[in-house]
């Protein structure tokens, strides 16, 4: 009677326990989709382990799979510098450099956009970031599917809960899980499947043969212990890694079977690739378990099982051959499940905006038109209208807003080519690559000036425009040679400006000199920022002005914040002697 009572309570608390266990974790789904419902739009900052950003940089320019916005697999060996431009390949797309990216702060940009709840979508979202597209039908599929998610709450929730069931990889990529089991010597199942083999034979034995038979499998038993732990050790590593893919091919199986039309061209190539891992996650538990034990009496159980029988081993040497022989199929289901999460991010970003428009790509002869157009990374920004036929050279006062124009139409320029959402009214345009020389440094460890790192990042914008098989170019300048003496900057500056124009490359660049505006005028549009004083302080508008900037204000600055007078009334002086005569006295 003791042993039944006992039982009887061990059954209960451990019914009390699954019961609490189910009810805590159906009032977290229950929290979690409300939450999805409600923050819709919102940006709240998300965290990325160390590493995160970097991890995925490494495949930033990884192939677009062929009816995603490619053309077909494009792999780089290991090492290998990423190139600057895909087209190379027949690929059609054109990869954001580093210096764009880090001028246009395309990262955080990213992170501005990234609502993904899935490892998949946070890489696919930064590698459609960083590979604008010149496809007209891309680019309405993808704004269809936006416009879809923004519409159809019900299905993007549902979408979220299954990404969110997929998780992340911590500082990893989901490629690095991929690469590391690609390249992981793969072993053999015999020698684990003949000791199994003998075990039988020993329990057959002991029927005719009680004493022989458990001497035997005892034997078989302690060998098995005893090489046990090198062979755990060996795929602890890569647990975590089929975990997730578990996991990925787990949520492709719900998604395919909400049979979503307007994704139906998606999880066709999911089931295709799919159908390459039947009876992958057969008996996976044995695997992935393992790091998951609890400590209650099954799990003890259950590890005794893998290190009697090694059936952990057996199971990863299996999924491993699966993954190694179908590595095109894997990476084709995380490209797609990813692609599908980064166009509800997508979507996200273009709730969370107090204006948006789909940017409108039309052939055109260097025509570009944005109404109220902002930079989406700046909190209450001012917009702005530009309507151009040629290039853009800007003048104004320091701080006034030129950089920061700049910025904002080469952002929505890369934006309009990737995921189609810009922080605009309307902007109309053409495929272009986009390059820039904007916020360089001096190369300390290479031993090279700023001017130096200056002039070799507008020779790649010359090299670039150079292309003529390829699209366009257009490009962005912040203050052209600065960091050399006025007279050669602006000899210079005006025929680098004036050969990029000839190249037929579309030009935005500011500059101080304002003789630049005259030297360029028959080739470029001037416009201007400027600034008002009231009160003894300087403020700025940073809208929009038409024609070149009448004013300076970096001697102003100087009496504003401080600077002794007389120091202030000899340079406004010496400026003004100079503006008349042209010499220095």
């Known amino acids: 009677m003791e042993y039944i009572i006992l039982f009887v309570v061990l059954f209960l608390m451990l019914v009390i326990y699954f019961v609490r266990n189910v009810v805590e974790e159906k009032n977290r789904k229950i929290a979690f989709e409300k939450s999805l419902r409600t923050d819709f739009g919102k940006h709240p900052a998300k965290r990325y382990p160390e590493g995160r950003m970097e991890a995925m940089k490494r495949h930033a320019g990884r192939y677009i799979p062929k009816g995603s916005g490619g053309s077909g ?20 797309v054109s990869f954001v450099d580093e210096i764009t990216c880090n001028d246009l702060d395309l990262d955080g940009l990213f992170q501005r956009i990234d609502r993904c709840y899935s490892a998949a979508g946070e890489e696919t979202l930064y590698r459609i970031l960083r590979n604008p597209v010149f496809d007209q039908k891309e680019l309405v599929r993808r704004h269809e599917l936006i416009d879809y998610f923004m519409k159809n709450e019900d299905q993007r929730v549902q979408l979220q809960m299954y990404f969110a069931m997929v998780g992340k990889t911590g500082k990893y990529s989901a490629l690095d899980y991929l690469d590391s089991v690609t390249d992981l010597e793969l072993q053999s199942n015999r020698r684990h499947i003949a000791v199994l083999a003998f075990m039988a034979a020993a329990v057959a034995i002991a029927f005719f043969s009680q004493g022989l038979g458990v001497f035997l499998l005892i034997c078989l038993i302690i060998y098995n212990f005893l090489t046990y732990f090198k062979e755990k050790r060996r795929i602890d590593p890569y647990i975590t890694t089929f975990g997730y893919f578990l996991r990925i091919l787990d949520a492709a199986k719900e998604l395919e079977d909400m049979d979503l039309s307007i994704l139906s061209e998606n999880t066709e190539r999911i089931r295709k690739s799919r159908e390459c891992f039947r009876g992958f996650a057969n008996f996976a538990f044995f695997l ?19 290190m009697g029988l090694h059936l952990n081993l057996i199971k990863f040497n299996t999924m491993l051959e699966q993954v190694q022989k179908n590595q095109d199929a894997i990476e084709t289901i995380l490209w797609e499940m ?54 853009l050279l800007l003048t104004g006062s320091n701080a006034s807003g030129k950089s920061t124009f700049l910025k904002t139409i080469a952002i929505a320029q890369i934006l309009t080519q990737t995921i189609g959402i810009v922080p605009a009214k309307v902007f109309q345009t053409d495929f272009y690559r986009v390059y820039t020389s904007m916020a360089l440094r001096d190369d300390l460890s290479g031993g090279r000036s700023y001017f130096i790192v200056e002039i070799e990042s507008l020779k790649r914008i ?18 052209v040679l600065r960091g050399t003496n006025t007279v050669e900057r602006i000899a210079a500056s005006t025929e680098i400006l004036s050969g990029l124009d000839n190249q037929g490359v579309f030009t935005f660049a500011a500059t101080h000199d304002i003789e630049l505006t005259s030297l360029l005028e028959g080739q470029f549009t001037n416009c201007h920022f400027t600034e008002t004083v009231k009160e003894g302080d300087v403020q700025f508008s940073y809208k929009l002005q038409q024609g070149r900037a009448q004013s300076r204000n970096a001697i102003r600055l100087l009496g504003l914040i401080g600077y002794d007078e007389e120091i202030v009334d000899r340079a406004t002086k010496r400026a003004e002697e100079f503006i008349e005569t042209g010499e220095w006295n």
Request: hydrophobic fraction near 40%; aromatic fraction near 8%.
């Open 338 to 391: 990813g692609y599908i999460e980064a166009m509800i991010s997508a979507a996200e970003f273009a709730k969370s905006l107090p204006a948006y428009c789909f940017g409108q790509l039309e052939e055109s002869s260097r025509k570009l038109t944005a109404q109220d157009i902002c930079h989406p990374l700046i909190d209450d920004p001012v917009s702005n209208d530009i309507s151009l036929g040629k290039s």
């Open 288 to 306: 992935t378990g393992q790091n998951d034990a609890s400590g209650s009496p099954a799990d003890i159980v259950l590890e005794y099982l893998r």
């Open 462 to 479: 010359l090299d670039a425009a150079a292309e003529k098989e390829k699209y366009p170019v257009m490009c962005f300048i912040d203050e």
């Open 73 to 92: 697999k494009l792999s780089f060996p290991k090492g290998a510098a990423i190139p600057k431009d895909l087209n190379e390949w027949g690929i059609s």
